[in-house]
Each structure stands twice: as structure tokens, then as C-alpha cells.
């Protein structure tokens, strides 16, 4: 149920589809990108960073890490477990503390902004929505703090959805590249969404674009 959100269940998943389908047949009537529909592309390429090393020992991970390094990526998250008081956490370590691919709306996201207990804010296109995700942005900018969106195992129309988002966010650090899934989920697209590691095009047609 963590990935469903502790305040507004799954009807914000089915809200956050169909608000990416109403931005797509925005873009599709007007024959524009949805990035030009949210006021304009401040990037057309966008950095990516590696989810997780999914390997049980640290060995291993460094391995896996170094393989990573040579197909181009530059930056991993680490998975490092379940961590409570966030905002002590966040005043004690140089390495930004990110929070919010469980949230699903701006209301959730400043009960930790107001605590500031987050350096970087991480909220997933899929569960947020093109909208909300643009309002969470804004909120995160009003504050200094870089916005990172997330990308969890969402098909490859919700990777598009969070690549033309990402274009539009004014302080976007980087965007999450999922290995497995940005495979298997581009298999339902027409026009593929070309990258990887080391980044990804904002798809140019309308709408979507894919």
C-alpha cells in the first residue's frame, strides 16, 4: 500500500491517467508538444540517473555500479532502506535526502516541505498526474529545492508523460532511468522514445508524441 499513498488510495492513479490522456489530446488537437502546452521546453534532452543496484552484496553492487559507468550513466540512486526522521537526517549528511514518489499532490508534499525534510523532490508522473506534478514543481522551485522526478514501472506512455513534465520543470535535476521497465514498457509505443543511461530525448510530436 506505500506505493498507493497514505492519504488518497488509488483513485489518484486513475486521476493522474486520465489528466496524461487529456494533456495528450490537447497536444494531438493543437499539434503541439505537451511540454509546449505547460509553457515551453526548458531543455529538449534530459540527464538521467540509474535506479538502485539491485544486488545482494556491496561487492557486487560496486560491480554492477562500474558496468553502469561504462555503458555512460554518471549518476545511481541508492536504495538504502527505510529511513524515519527525515528532517534530522537531512541537516546531518551532505548527500541530498529525496522524498516523494509516493505522493500524490501538492498537499501531501508541503507537510515535508514545511519540515524541511527533503533536499530533493522526487514525485512520479503516474501517480501525481501532468498537472499536480507542475504544481509540486512549483512549490519545490518556491523553495530552492531541485525536483527529480521519478519513474517507477509505468509504461512507455507514462515515461513520455514524465519526460515532457521534466522538460518543463525550471529547476529539473535529473530524471530516474528504470532499466527493465523502459524496455518492456516501449513495446506498447509507435514512435519509440530514443535514450537510456545517460539520458533521453523529449519526444517533438504532438501530444505525447509516441
Do not use: C
Amino acid at each position: 500500500m506505500r506505493e498507493r499513498g497514505h492519504l488518497v488510495g488509488h483513485q489518484a492513479d486513475a486521476l493522474a491517467a486520465v489528466d496524461i490522456a487529456l494533456w495528450d489530446v490537447a497536444g494531438r488537437l493543437t499539434g503541439r508538444p505537451v511540454s509546449a502546452l505547460l509553457g515551453g521546453a526548458f531543455r529538449t534532452e534530459i540527464p538521467v540517473y540509474v535506479s538502485g543496484l539491485p544486488r545482494p552484496t556491496n561487492e557486487e553492487r560496486a560491480a554492477l555500479a562500474m558496468e553502469w559507468v561504462e555503458r555512460g550513466a554518471t549518476r545511481v540512486k541508492l536504495h538504502l532502506g527505510h529511513v524515519e526522521g527525515h528532517r534530522d537526517l537531512a541537516r546531518r549528511v551532505d548527500l541530498p535526502i529525496a522524498i516523494g514518489e509516493t505522493l500524490r499532490n501538492r498537499y501531501e508534499l508541503t507537510h515535508w516541505l514545511d519540515r524541511r525534510a527533503t533536499g530533493l523532490v522526487q514525485p512520479d508522473v503516474g501517480r501525481t498526474g501532468i498537472t499536480e506534478l507542475m504544481a509540486m514543481g512549483e512549490l519545490a522551485a518556491a523553495r530552492h529545492l531541485p525536483v527529480a522526478p521519478h519513474h517507477s514501472t509505468g509504461l512507455g506512455v507514462v515515461l513520455a508523460a514524465g519526460l515532457h513534465a521534466s522538460a518543463a520543470l525550471s529547476d529539473l535535476a535529473f530524471f530516474e532511468f528504470q532499466p527493465t521497465s523502459h524496455e518492456v514498457g516501449g513495446r506498447v509505443l509507435t514512435t519509440p522514445i530514443t535514450g537510456g543511461a545517460t539520458g533521453f530525448a523529449v519526444p517533438s510530436g504532438p501530444g505525447l508524441g509516441v
